[in-house]
C-alpha cells in the first residue's frame, strides 16, 4: 500500500461501515474493486494474483471483481454468495466494506452484512432504471436502520453518460423512496465503476453533475449522530474485581457504551433491580476518563455496592428503557427449518441470554412488492416476518429505530446452537 500511517493515527480515525446492494451484475464487486484500486488500497502480491486470474479468464483488462470475489464458486459463476468484508483506509477514515449478494435467495447475507452498516451504496444498472430489486434493497437498507443511503447509477459509460438517462432514473427512484422512507438521507451519483468515473477521481465525462465523487461522500458523511447519544445504555458485559493489594477494593462493571453519555456523577438506575446509584468514575486502561460514550469500551464503578452481573442494564434513572416480557419484531429468518409457532428458542439481547416462546406471526412481508401476507403463517429461510415474542425473563430495550444495539437481537435454535434469525424491536 502507498498509502502509510501512523499506528496511533490509525487507531484515532472514525470508521464508517457501509455495505453494497443490487442485482446481480449490476457491478458491486466491479465498484469495490475499483474504490481499493483507485484509492492505492491494494497490496502488490493481491494486484498480481488478480492480474493472472484476470489473464485466466480471458479478460482483456483487470477484472476488478476478483478482489471481493473469494469463494470459488463466485468466480466460476461471476456472482456473489457469501458476505465479503475488506478494510481499507484514507488520511480522512477507515473503512469496513460488506459486499453482500444481491439474490434474493441470499436475503439473510445482505442482513447479517448490513446490521452494522453507516452507509448503503444502492447500486442501479443504467441500462435498466429501477427495478424490483432496487426497490427490495432500499427498503431492506431502511428496515435495517441504515442512517445514510448512496445510491449509484452505474455503467454511465453504455449510455454515453446522459445526463437524461440519470435524471430519469434519480427521479425514479424518489418517488418511491418518498413513498416508503421519506426521512432517509440519500446521496445520488452516476458512476461507471468499470472505468472509475466518479469513483475516487471526479468524471471528465461528466462535467454536468458536479456532487463529488463517491469517495469524498463516504469521507465526509457525518456519522457521529448514528449512534443514540440521547439515552444512557450501558449493558453489563464482566464485573472486574481485581483482588490486587492495589485494588483491593475495586469492583467495575465493564462493557461498551451503547447510548447516551456517562460522567462521573451521573445518577444512573440498575436493572433489573432498579436500585439506584451514582457513578463514581469511568475507567479505561487503567486511567480515568471524564466521559465515556458509544461505541466506547469502558469499566464503570458506581459509589454503592451493589449486586449487579453480566445481562444486567445500567441505565439513566430519566430516561430508562422499555421493560417486558413481551416484544414485537421485525425479524429475518436465517435457518433452512421453518419457524415453529409455538416454539421454544434462546434469545441474545445485548448482554443478555434468555429464553423464549414464539406466540405468533402478526404478518410475512413479501419483499418485492412490500406486500403483507396475513394468511402465511410459515417462515421460511430469508423471510421477513413481525412475530410476538413471550421471554423468560424482561428485556431492557428501545425500539430498534432509535437505538439499533439496544433495539435488536438473535434466536439461537438451543438444540443445534445455530442462530436462526436476527430481529429488530419495534
Given at each position: 500500500?502507498?498509502?502509510?500511517?501512523?499506528?496511533?493515527?490509525?487507531?484515532?480515525?472514525?470508521?464508517?461501515?457501509?455495505?453494497?446492494?443490487?442485482?446481480?451484475?449490476?457491478?458491486?464487486?466491479?465498484?469495490?474493486?475499483?474504490?481499493?484500486?483507485?484509492?492505492?488500497?491494494?497490496?502488490?502480491?493481491?494486484?498480481?494474483?488478480?492480474?493472472?486470474?484476470?489473464?485466466?479468464?480471458?479478460?482483456?483488462h483487470l477484472n476488478l471483481a476478483l478482489f471481493t470475489?473469494?469463494?470459488?464458486?463466485?468466480?466460476?459463476?461471476?456472482?456473489?454468495?457469501?458476505?465479503?468484508?475488506?478494510?481499507?483506509?484514507?488520511?480522512?477514515?477507515?473503512?469496513?466494506?460488506?459486499?453482500?449478494?444481491?439474490?434474493?435467495?441470499?436475503?439473510?447475507?445482505?442482513?447479517?452484512?448490513?446490521?452494522?452498516?453507516?452507509?448503503?451504496?444502492?447500486l442501479i444498472d443504467a441500462r435498466n432504471g429501477v427495478?424490483?430489486?432496487?426497490?427490495?434493497?432500499?427498503?431492506?437498507?431502511?428496515?435495517?436502520?441504515?442512517?445514510?443511503?448512496?445510491?449509484?447509477?452505474?455503467?454511465?459509460?453504455?449510455?454515453?453518460?446522459?445526463?437524461?438517462?440519470?435524471?430519469?432514473?434519480?427521479?425514479?427512484?424518489?418517488?418511491?423512496?418518498?413513498?416508503?422512507?421519506?426521512?432517509?438521507?440519500?446521496?445520488?451519483?452516476?458512476?461507471?465503476?468499470?472505468?472509475?468515473?466518479?469513483?475516487?477521481?471526479?468524471?471528465?465525462?461528466?462535467?454536468?453533475?458536479?456532487?463529488?465523487?463517491?469517495?469524498?461522500?463516504?469521507?465526509?458523511?457525518?456519522?457521529?449522530?448514528?449512534?443514540?447519544?440521547?439515552?444512557?445504555?450501558?449493558?453489563?458485559?464482566?464485573?472486574?474485581?481485581?483482588?490486587?493489594?492495589?485494588?483491593?477494593?475495586?469492583?467495575?462493571?465493564?462493557?461498551?457504551?451503547?447510548?447516551?453519555?456517562?460522567?462521573?456523577?451521573?445518577?444512573?438506575?440498575?436493572?433489573?433491580?432498579?436500585?439506584?446509584?451514582?457513578?463514581?468514575?469511568?475507567?479505561?486502561?487503567?486511567?480515568?476518563?471524564?466521559?465515556?460514550?458509544?461505541?466506547?469500551?469502558?469499566?464503570?464503578?458506581?459509589?454503592?455496592?451493589?449486586?449487579?452481573?453480566?445481562?444486567?442494564?445500567?441505565?439513566?434513572i430519566e430516561d430508562s428503557p422499555q421493560e417486558s416480557?413481551?416484544?414485537?419484531?421485525?425479524?429475518?429468518?436465517?435457518?433452512?427449518?421453518?419457524?415453529?409457532?409455538?416454539?421454544?428458542?434462546?434469545?441474545?439481547?445485548?448482554?443478555?441470554?434468555?429464553?423464549?416462546?414464539?406466540?405468533?406471526?402478526?404478518?410475512?412481508?413479501?419483499?418485492?412488492?412490500?406486500?403483507?401476507?396475513?394468511?402465511?403463517?410459515?417462515?421460511?429461510?430469508?423471510?421477513?416476518?413481525?412475530?410476538?415474542?413471550?421471554?423468560?425473563?424482561?428485556?431492557?430495550?428501545?425500539?430498534?429505530?432509535?437505538?439499533?444495539?439496544?433495539?435488536?437481537?438473535?434466536?439461537?435454535?438451543?438444540?443445534?446452537?445455530?442462530?436462526?434469525?436476527?430481529?429488530?424491536?419495534?
Amino acid at each position: 500500500m502507498e498509502q502509510t500511517f501512523s499506528t496511533k493515527a490509525y487507531l484515532g480515525m472514525e470508521l464508517l461501515r457501509f455495505t453494497t446492494a443490487g442485482s446481480v451484475d449490476d457491478g458491486k464487486s466491479t465498484l469495490i474493486g475499483r474504490l481499493l484500486y483507485d484509492s492505492k488500497s491494494i497490496f502488490e502480491d493481491q494486484l498480481d494474483a488478480v492480474r493472472r486470474a484476470s489473464v485466466q479468464k480471458g479478460s482483456e483488462h483487470l477484472n476488478l471483481a476478483l478482489f471481493t470475489d473469494g469463494l470459488r464458486a463466485e468466480r466460476e459463476q461471476g456472482i456473489t454468495i457469501d458476505v465479503a468484508y475488506r478494510y481499507f483506509a484514507t488520511p480522512q477514515r477507515k473503512f469496513i466494506i460488506a459486499d453482500t449478494p444481491g439474490h434474493i435467495q441470499y436475503t439473510r447475507n445482505m442482513v447479517t452484512g448490513a446490521s452494522t452498516a453507516n452507509a448503503a451504496i444502492v447500486l442501479i444498472d443504467a441500462r435498466n432504471g429501477v427495478i424490483e430489486q432496487t426497490h427490495r434493497h432500499a427498503f431492506l437498507a431502511s428496515l435495517l436502520g441504515i442512517p445514510h443511503i448512496i445510491v449509484c447509477i452505474n455503467k454511465m459509460d453504455l449510455m454515453d453518460y446522459s445526463q437524461a438517462v440519470y435524471t430519469a432514473i434519480l427521479n425514479n427512484f424518489q418517488a418511491f423512496a418518498n413513498q416508503v422512507f421519506p426521512d432517509q438521507d440519500m446521496r445520488f451519483i452516476p458512476i461507471s465503476a468499470l472505468k472509475g468515473d466518479n469513483v475516487v477521481k471526479p468524471s471528465e465525462n461528466m462535467p454536468w453533475y458536479n456532487g463529488g465523487t463517491l469517495l469524498h461522500h463516504l469521507e465526509t458523511i457525518p456519522i457521529s449522530q448514528d449512534h443514540d447519544l440521547v439515552h444512557q445504555r450501558f449493558p453489563v458485559q464482566y464485573v472486574i474485581r481485581p483482588e490486587s493489594d492495589e485494588f483491593h477494593d475495586y469492583r467495575g462493571y465493564a462493557g461498551r457504551v451503547a447510548g447516551g453519555f456517562f460522567h462521573p456523577g451521573d445518577k444512573v438506575v440498575v436493572l433489573p433491580s432498579h436500585l439506584e446509584s451514582e457513578i463514581a468514575s469511568v475507567d479505561t486502561y487503567g486511567k480515568a476518563l471524564s466521559e465515556a460514550h458509544p461505541p466506547m469500551s469502558v469499566t464503570l464503578t458506581l459509589k454503592d455496592d451493589l449486586d449487579i452481573s453480566r445481562g444486567d442494564m445500567i441505565a439513566g434513572i430519566e430516561d430508562s428503557p422499555q421493560e417486558s416480557c413481551d416484544i414485537d419484531a421485525m425479524i429475518c429468518w436465517m435457518n433452512p427449518r421453518p419457524m415453529q409457532i409455538q416454539g421454544k428458542y434462546a434469545l441474545k439481547h445485548t448482554t443478555r441470554d434468555v429464553r423464549c416462546l414464539i406466540q405468533n406471526i402478526d404478518y410475512v412481508l413479501n419483499i418485492s412488492t412490500l406486500e403483507k401476507l396475513t394468511e402465511n403463517k410459515t417462515l421460511r429461510m430469508n423471510d421477513i416476518a413481525r412475530i410476538r415474542i413471550r421471554t423468560t425473563k424482561p428485556l431492557f430495550f428501545d425500539p430498534y429505530k432509535v437505538n439499533r444495539i439496544t433495539g435488536s437481537l438473535i434466536l439461537i435454535d438451543e438444540a443445534t446452537n445455530e442462530t436462526v434469525a436476527a430481529g429488530m424491536i419495534l
